[in-house]
């Protein structure tokens, strides 16, 4: 059994759930000195310390950072959330969300569920306008979809500071308790960029329960956020040799496993068969759940799993849609294929990358 720490599963902070119906916590919170804020853009972009990584990675939350960037020779240092005090920006007409607190214990790490003490933090959602800082001003008295008013140069001179990274593209760097708040606040923001509209009668909606949940001015319904389960699995064959594709927007040497969407009325383990047949054209005889992972890119839920072939398969046929490419390797060539430039494989961020180190045995350099 693998003993590696997915990115962006890691938390060591309380969500604080049953806090969100208390009237006023969003003033009280950004009135507070003590109260951090993360900066968060729908696309998944969050401003952390250091210069910004990947910060035009397309919005179909699948595309990985280029081939140069995997190349690079030493692992990049950690990078961290920035400390903005809530106090000091003017958060007035920004989308607010609570995202919970840390331990008041002292212990580096260790969250203690439902305290009423240690730092608490506030996502703030970048406007469009705003996400890149030279970005044209809106004009005054313009607004965003959520009726956020223009300017708010403190925001705009802390953009400039600290700059919005792709968070699928730096998670693996980023410490337990800031992947964790990211993460959250990522998938909060990404919903909220697309439900304005109620889904039972049209209406307009507005947020509520401290930014978990939208409520329709028209019909009273209460709506909350959308996770879509999806599939991810090392399938290998009788030789436990792994099953690597490229996907067919990726570019020429980047490989890695199998993975899809679960479909409605659909277990997740059939899933996994289905994806595998539909993708490559083989048949899979057994399957073993591994381990989950939020992807906010922009709701997914990633489960993890083992697959075995059955035997006797013959060669992967590639469909020629979603997947372009197929091959089965041992270790001893996959060792060499990496180590060649002739596979690139999922960067750290990423569950694939720790469903293909689980086969292997270990970490897999490159």
Not at 71 to 99: F, K, Q, R, V
Not at 162 to 169: D, E, K, V, W
Not at 218 to 236: N, Q
Request: proline share 7%; with cysteine.
């Amino acid at each position: 059994m693998f003993s590696h720490q997915l990115a962006l599963s890691r938390s060591t902070t309380s969500r604080d759930a049953e806090r969100r119906l208390d009237p006023g916590l969003l003033e009280a919170l950004a009135a507070d000195p003590a109260t951090r804020v993360l900066l968060i853009d729908a696309r998944g972009r969050v401003a952390l310390t250091g210069p910004t990584k990947h910060p035009d990675l397309p919005d179909d939350g699948l595309t990985p950072p280029t081939l140069d960037d995997v190349w690079e020779g030493a692992s990049p240092a950690a990078i961290e959330l920035p400390e903005i005090s809530a106090s000091a920006l003017d958060l007035s007409g920004l989308t607010t969300l609570y995202l919970g607190c840390e331990s008041g214990s002292g212990q580096a790490g260790r969250a203690q569920e439902g305290s009423a003490s240690g730092t608490r933090w506030l996502a703030v959602v970048v406007p469009q306008e705003l996400e890149v800082p030279e970005a044209p001003r809106v004009p005054v008295g313009g607004a965003d979809a959520e009726g956020a008013a223009a300017g708010h140069p403190d925001l705009r001179a802390l953009l400039v500071r600290h700059p919005l990274s792709a968070l699928r593209g730096v998670g693996a760097q980023m410490g337990a308790r800031d992947a964790g708040l990211a993460t959250a606040a990522a998938a909060l923001a990404a919903w909220h960029a697309v439900s304005h509209h109620c889904p039972a009668c049209g209406g307009p909606t507005s947020i509520v329960q401290a930014g978990w949940a939208r409520r329709c001015a028209v019909c009273g319904a209460l709506h909350f956020p959308r996770t879509d389960p999806a599939v991810i699995m090392s399938v290998t064959d009788d030789n436990d040799r792994i099953l690597l594709v490229h996907g067919a927007a990726w570019e020429k040497r980047r490989f890695s496993v199998v993975a899809g969407f679960v479909e409605a009325g659909e277990s997740v383990e059939a899933a996994v068969v289905r994806e595998v047949a539909e993708e490559t054209g083989l048949a899979v005889a057994s399957v073993e759940y591994v381990a989950s992972q939020p992807w906010p890119f922009p709701r997914s839920l990633m489960l993890g799993y083992r697959a075995r072939l059955a035997p006797g398969q013959p060669l992967a046929r590639p469909d020629g849609r979603e997947v372009t490419d197929a091959v089965v390797v041992s270790r001893e060539e996959l060792t060499e294929a990496v180590a060649q430039r002739r596979i690139v494989l999922p960067g750290a961020t990423s569950i694939a990358r720790l469903l293909i180190e689980d086969w292997y045995g270990g970490p897999i350099k490159g």
